[in-house]
């Protein structure tokens, strides 16, 4: 194989294409010279074929990244690299998709519940999963699939949303602060829950939900 850098993806250019598209699949990464050719290739037309800008109704969060083989071995992978598509043919209807996705995965024996609208496996023995244990600021196990149509209200998209915008959600959990040693997730279940029953939250016990 030749470590030649191909050509930028913009027809008119002849630039080597040393960034690479982080949402593309990664066998088929468009390669652009700039962030200025990458810009006018997105308005042109790679938003619509961009694997990243697809949108599915759910993904699952592994546990492990999926993509690692393809990225160089001397990064750290990044989050869109545990990101998966997982359409669910029953969605909108929070029991089936749940039926769906447990036995699609094989949870049937152990469901569990990260956090609304998080659907995981409480299997111990899974490997830990990096991005969901911060974002819930606990250890999680074993891969988490997110379904949109749940009745998180940690959202911003419409029903559907792509691996772009899911990465944009994550990279804010990342940064966002931990307030009495919760994360921005459980918080703001709590804040649900207690409007709910019109009470104030700090009369949930640490560590509910
Ligand atoms: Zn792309
Ligand atoms: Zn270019």
């Not at 074929?49 to 993904?59: I, L, R, S, W």
């Not at 992978?77 to 036995?103: C, M, S, T, V």
């Not at 606990?138 to 891969?143: I, K, Y």
């Amino acid at each position: 194989m030749s470590d030649a850098t191909p050509t930028c993806t913009v027809p008119s250019c002849q630039k080597p294409g040393t960034l690479r598209c982080s949402g593309c699949h990664p066998s088929q990464q468009a390669r652009y010279c700039s962030s200025t050719c990458q810009a006018a290739d997105w308005k042109r037309g790679h938003r619509r074929t961009c694997a990243g800008a697809q949108k599915h109704n759910c993904f699952l969060i592994r546990a492990l990244p999926i993509t690692t083989t393809a990225t160089d071995p001397n990064q750290p992978p990044k989050d869109a690299h545990y990101l998966e598509p997982f359409p669910l043919h029953a969605y909108g209807n929070w029991g089936k998709e749940r039926q769906e996705i447990q036995a699609r995965l094989n949870w049937a024996a152990a469901p569990g519940v990260a956090t609304p609208g998080w659907e995981n496996c409480t299997d111990d023995t899974r490997p830990v999963n990096p991005i969901v244990t911060r974002c819930l600021g606990r250890t999680v196990h074993g891969d988490v699939a997110v379904v949109r149509s749940s009745t998180i209200e940690v959202n911003y998209y419409g029903d559907a949303f792509s691996a772009n915008e899911f990465v944009r959600t994550l990279a804010y959990h990342r940064t966002a602060p931990r307030i009495n040693g919760m994360g921005d997730q459980q918080r703001r279940e709590r804040e649900r829950i207690a409007a709910k029953f019109g009470l104030h939250e700090s009369f949930f016990p640490p560590g509910f939900p």
